[in-house]
């Protein structure tokens, strides 16, 4: 045997060295750390990777000699500018209520079905592209059905770099090693694919684009690009995606549907694609004239520049925070099969790689200036997608954007904020159509024409608090980044808005005189009814947000004293008879329900009028509800309830429903499913493992408040929290060890730990003060760096 004489110990197995086979299995594994990696392409639309620079995204399938890059862009939909209010409609508003308060349920959802709901009854759908087709004609004449086991394909690996926002298939055939590398460029608007191999004159392939849509043709473009183009609906959208090819070396040449390229060493595909929207009211603008301008902007850029620029943009957002929970022995494993395992080992550097997964998706999929990220982000195939992958607002949306400030993505949440000021526009017409009110109302859905009235059906589409928990987004924004121009411009006109409509909007119950919101649904269960919790909760929030706003900004001193009037008199939270909290205004909850909603938990996350600490006893209900409801449910549900286990301080809970979320909910490409496909449950569960690390919603930062015993050692860098705080905390053996605060505002810190806390900055003693037991308080200054250690050490 070979003696090593290196100074550290050998680790024998079956009488054999070991040493460079581990050296070699943990590089590997740091060089997986942040890729999602598989040793076969991908056959089925959740096995491919996704790329996006907010606007425009792409489906990377990595076969060896058929390469298929499925692309959508965000303002690609169905329909056209359209009003969806009913005129008229306020007229049966008193008799809807009226025959609530009878107990006539079916009565009054059969008048609104009639007499209430949006013209026409559903909204919009958001589209698909097209597909770009990549057929490698040097490597195979005919492919194998499998993609891989024709003329010797060997090591082959398909993989996402999350830290970079590149796709790349790596494979040899014969003694070519071939690669390919894809991303979408937000700073240049395109998506680009390089294609290289490691022996000149061997790269060769022919490109063409298709759509699923029976209007679209392609056609050559002035000698060089190629044209898809067509229109979505008589009268609606027209869209174009323009490829141009650059080689290095050999031959390119554009036919009528297609690129041919011969005998390269490398070669670079730029696709640019756009749509004839300007805006939900006007659909005039020239998508050949948009997608000529992208790339005449690039022209004669080298990949290496491309690439150097998106990098540069990508990581200045992607590398604020960073998560390690510990070591898997698994992480050398493909992401596939780890996924398949989760259930059976630990494998914490999965749970951090599926964080940093939700925070990849919010940069790609929500941009500032461009759409929100709907149901499915920005990745859609489906002409019919479920639900229309449109903008769900009565859970689904928000969750998307939870993450935006806790994990240090503050301008990702804009695109969120241009939707709400647009929806207020059509909103104002629904409230006076159907309500009659002053200010602005939306209700569970809304899409790229921005509709606002109740659709699909009376049992669940009448659901009134849509925008007022949208506005919820603008005050949480408001609290992290203590924008004061953006809560006066912006937040503060939307707010009062949404306000105003409910000062109009409530009224008494006449059996027990609390002002109540009806008709109204407890989203998506129990039908047309009066007097919801959830949406009392939310209006309550609404109030008290709006009101202080107002404070800070020193306007409208009688709009707040009336909204502090009006908030006591809204119907309050409830226990019932089982002790859960009570969905409804009577005391009816089936503890064998376990419908995928939780809406009466909003008060516990997202909002924070009930907290363990603060509220003991409506918490303890909360858990009860939960009991009742189960761990299971759609990925969605399991991503709220991973955020509602942390706030009621069950890190271990938590953490069941986060590993049963991946065994179960997860597909092989780490998307959410509902099923199917849904996007916010990544992001829900993103914003899940934040909160069980950090929470800030009670008025102070509270370190480790939900901490599972499966995650002993730990640290993560770069979280938020509100006034204005950034948070790295490092912990070991269960236990905090050590946490930095920055201050970016210069707020006084109040911090909430389990154990005694002492305050340094460069190195020198701050005075705290203890506020209660486990809270200390000190003041900061702007972008002062303050150290935080257990008192014992």
């Not at 740091?30 to 991908?42: D, F, G, I, T, V």
């Not at 063409?208 to 609606?236: T, W």
């Amino acid at each position: 045997m070979k003696r090593w004489s290196i100074p550290f110990c050998l680790i024998w197995i079956g009488g054999v060295v070991t040493v460079a086979q581990g050296a070699a299995k943990e590089a590997h594994k740091r060089s997986n750390a942040m890729k999602l990696w598989y040793e076969q392409p991908a056959r089925q639309w959740v096995e491919a990777l996704p790329i996006g620079n907010g606007r425009l995204g792409g489906m990377v399938f990595g076969g060896v000699f058929e390469e298929r890059v499925q692309f959508n862009e965000d303002t690609l939909w169905t329909g056209k500018p359209h009003e969806y209010h009913r005129e008229g409609a306020v007229k049966f508003l008193p008799i809807l209520r009226q025959l609530l308060w009878e107990g006539k349920r079916q009565e009054a959802e059969e008048l609104a079905m009639r007499e209430f709901m949006s013209v026409p009854l559903r909204q919009k759908a958001y589209q698909p592209f097209g597909d770009l087709r990549l057929r490698f004609v040097a490597q195979a004449s005919s492919p194998p059905a499998d993609g891989m086991t024709a003329l010797q394909v060997t090591d082959y690996r398909r993989e996402l770099d999350l830290d970079a926002a590149v796709a790349r298939v790596r494979y040899r055939v014969g003694d070519v090693t071939y690669e390919r590398q894809v991303f979408a460029s937000h700073p240049n608007q395109v998506i680009v694919v390089r294609i290289s191999a490691d022996k000149r004159g061997r790269v060769g392939f022919t490109a063409q684009m298709d759509s699923p849509h029976p209007s679209a043709r392609c056609r050559a473009v002035n000698g060089e690009q190629l044209a898809l183009f067509g229109r979505v609906q008589e009268d609606g959208l027209t869209f174009e995606a323009r490829l141009r090819v650059v080689a290095d070396g050999g031959r390119v040449v554009v036919q009528d549907d297609k690129v041919v390229v011969e005998n390269a060493d490398a070669a670079m595909l730029l696709l640019a694609a756009a749509t004839s929207f300007k805006n939900f009211r006007d659909i005039s603008a020239d998508p050949a004239q948009r997608c000529e301008a992208t790339l005449q902007a690039i022209r004669g850029k080298k990949f290496d520049a491309l690439l150097k620029a998106h990098l540069a943009d990508h990581r200045r957002l992607f590398r604020r925070v960073s998560l390690d929970l510990g070591s898997s022995d698994a992480a050398h494993e493909p992401t596939d099969r780890r996924l398949q395992a989760v259930r059976q080992r630990d494998d914490p550097e999965l749970v951090a790689l599926y964080f940093q997964f939700g925070r990849y998706l919010l940069i790609a999929s929500s941009r500032p200036g461009d759409q929100p990220a709907n149901l499915q982000g920005i990745w859609n195939d489906q002409l019919n997608p479920p639900w229309d992958s449109k903008w769900t607002v009565n859970i689904n949306t928000e969750m998307n954007y939870w993450l935006a400030e806790t994990t240090n993505l503050s301008e990702c949440h804009e695109p969120l904020f241009d939707l709400i000021s647009e929806v207020a526009i059509t909103g104002r017409k629904t409230a006076q159509a159907h309500y009659g009110c002053r200010g602005w109302v939306l209700h569970h859905n809304t899409d790229l024409w921005r509709g606002t009235a109740p659709i699909n059906h009376a049992d669940h589409g009448i659901w009134v608090t849509g925008g007022a928990w949208l506005c919820w987004h603008l005050w949480e924004h408001y609290l992290f980044t203590g924008d004061r121009k953006f809560l006066a411009q912006r937040a503060y006109p939307l707010m009062k808005e949404a306000a105003t409509f409910f000062v109009d909007f409530l009224v008494p119950d006449p059996k027990t005189g609390w002002l109540i919101s009806t008709p109204s649904n407890s989203p998506e269960q129990g039908g047309l009814v009066a007097g919801p919790t959830m949406d009392h909760q939310i209006i309550r929030a609404l109030f008290a947000s709006t009101r202080e706003a107002a404070n800070i900004l020193g306007v409208d001193a009688e709009l707040a004293a009336q909204l502090a009037e009006l908030a006591p008199r809204i119907a309050p939270n409830q226990i019932g008879r089982y002790g859960q909290l009570q969905e409804w205004l009577e005391d009816k909850d089936d503890p064998q329900n376990t419908h995928r909603h939780v809406s009466h938990l909003w008060g516990l996350h997202p909002g924070n009028e009930i907290t363990p600490l603060r509220t003991p006893l409506l918490a303890e209900a909360c858990k009860v509800t939960l009991r009742h409801r189960g761990d299971g449910g759609t990925g969605w549900s399991k991503a709220w309830k991973i955020n509602l286990w942390a706030r009621l301080l069950d890190g271990d809970h938590a953490h069941k429903l986060l590993i049963e979320a991946l065994a179960d909910n997860t597909y092989p490409n780490l998307f959410d499913a509902h099923p199917p496909f849904q996007i916010d449950g990544n992001f829900g569960g993103t914003a899940g493992i934040a909160e069980m690390l950090l929470q800030s919603h009670a008025g102070e930062i509270h370190l480790l408040p939900a901490l599972p015993k499966a995650w002993l050692n730990g640290s993560v860098k770069g979280l938020r929290a509100r006034g204005g705080f950034e948070v790295d905390i490092v912990w070991k053996n269960g236990q905090l060890h050590a946490a930095t605060l920055k201050s970016l505002l210069g707020n006084p810190a109040r911090v909430r730990a389990a154990v005694p806390l002492t305050v340094t900055r460069n190195k020198k003693a701050i005075q705290t003060q203890t506020i209660e037991p486990s809270v200390i308080g000190f003041n900061t200054t702007v972008g002062g760096v303050y150290q935080l250690q257990p008192s014992a050490r």
